[in-house]
Nanobody
């Protein structure tokens, strides 16, 4: 089993920045990919960014490219999401997720085995 705990959410103004953290514990050696997803009220869950923990290959949704950066600290079993130039449309609950493997594109949620409890991000205009 793997446990994920997110932190770092909050409220910022349009154009502001936040850094989300996701600390993993448990059998983390089984994980090969970590992702960040978000869900706004009344909308479907959306894959935001993902990183393969072995090689560090990253993926981003078009809506966040150039503004968000996913990174990892393997020594701390922690994945980060640096969010810059935030916009009101980024407002959502953000979830960290981990998967042991899979065939789906990393920004699709289907293969993710473990999920955190979520952290709220609110961007006001």
């Amino acid at each position: 089993q793997v446990q994920l705990v997110e932190s770092g959410g909050g409220s910022v103004q349009d154009g502001g920045s936040l850094r989300l953290s996701c600390a993993a514990s448990g059998y983390t050696a089984s994980i090969n990919c970590m992702g960040w997803f978000r869900q706004a009220p009344g909308k479907e869950r959306e894959g935001v960014a993902a990183i393969y923990t072995g090689g560090g290959i990253t993926y981003y949704a078009d809506s966040v490219k150039g503004r968000f950066t996913i990174s990892q600290d393997n020594a701390k079993n922690t994945v980060y999401l640096q969010m810059n130039n935030l916009k009101p449309e980024d407002t959502a609950m953000y979830y960290c997720a981990a998967r042991r493997g899979g065939r789906w594109y990393p920004l699709y949620s289907e293969d993710y085995n473990y999920w955190g409890q979520g952290t709220q991000v609110t961007v006001s205009s």
